[in-house]
């Protein structure tokens, strides 16, 4: 169960990551392009420090993500080791 639970938080924390990696960014209602596509033709001082901030929050849900789901599987793998072990 525990497993699961992990590997579906990471799941979701993966999710919400790339959600917030192609959402547009504004500043000033001025489109500021996404993550992984800057808007053409933007001054470069306008949009960093928000797509900066993004960038940080979007890699930071990706290594959230990644980790939990790795402890998801670990913990299913030494679960299924130790009722093998025990039979």
Do not use: N
Request: glycine share 12%; charged share 15%; aromatic share 2%.
């Amino acid at each position: 169960m525990l497993s699961k639970v992990l590997g579906a938080v990471g799941v979701v924390l993966l999710i919400a990551g790339v959600v917030l990696a192609v959402r547009p960014v504004h500043v000033d209602s001025q489109a500021c392009g996404s993550v992984f596509q800057p808007e053409k033709g933007i001054t470069p001082m306008q949009c960093d420090a928000r797509l900066d901030t993004r960038s940080d929050v979007v890699t930071g849900l990706g290594a959230g993500g990644v980790v939990i789901l790795l402890a998801g599987v670990a913990t299913k793998a030494i679960r299924d080791r130790r009722s093998h072990v025990s039979s």
